[in-house]
């Protein structure tokens, strides 16, 4: 049993960006799902695919990397609000990541979305993680 699956996802993307790997298959979920398509939006990942072959399905992410350094799009994946430690934010408080070069995905009443869309739109939610 998986106490966070947000937490276990975001460890198997900095796993395989570690290794080197081009590809990395998660048990899928909703919210993971989502969070992927942003990733994907943001140009953090080159590609995904959602899989149904199982009961829970899995999702399968290709990694981007610079073609001639080999650097990787994501340089680094933090957890923010954890199951012990929800982490909220309003819009008058929105975090900033790296200040403004990285994005904060949320979890918010209209759907999973980053910092800057959220402010837009006027609303707040949970900050699920921070990316860049």
């Given at each position: 049993?998986?106490?966070?699956?947000?937490?276990d996802y975001l460890t198997r993307v900095?796993?395989?960006?570690?290794?080197?790997?081009?590809?990395?298959?998660?048990?899928?979920?909703?919210?993971?799902?989502?969070?992927?398509?942003?990733?994907?939006?943001?140009?953090?990942?080159?590609?995904?695919?959602?899989?149904?072959t199982t009961a829970q399905?899995?999702?399968?992410?290709?990694?981007?990397?610079?073609?001639?350094?080999?650097?990787?799009?994501?340089?680094?994946?933090?957890?923010?609000?954890?199951?012990?430690?929800?982490?909220?934010?309003?819009?008058?408080?929105?975090?900033?990541?790296?200040?403004?070069?990285?994005?904060?995905?949320?979890?918010?009443?209209?759907?999973?979305?980053?910092?800057?869309?959220?402010?837009?739109?006027?609303?707040?939610?949970?900050?699920?993680?921070?990316?860049?």
């Amino acid at each position: 049993m998986n106490t966070d699956p947000i937490a276990d996802y975001l460890t198997r993307v900095r796993n395989a960006i570690k290794a080197n790997h081009r590809v990395v298959e998660i048990p899928a979920s909703n919210l993971k799902k989502e969070i992927t398509k942003v990733l994907f939006d943001k140009g953090y990942i080159a590609n995904y695919k959602f899989e149904d072959t199982t009961a829970q399905g899995t999702i399968k992410i290709a990694l981007k990397y610079n073609p001639i350094t080999k650097i990787p799009a994501i340089r680094t994946l933090v957890r923010v609000s954890k199951p012990g430690l929800r982490n909220y934010a309003g819009v008058e408080n929105m975090p900033r990541v790296l200040n403004g070069l990285g994005i904060a995905i949320l979890s918010t009443s209209k759907g999973v979305m980053t910092d800057k869309e959220a402010a837009k739109l006027n609303i707040g939610g949970e900050v699920l993680c921070h990316v860049y």
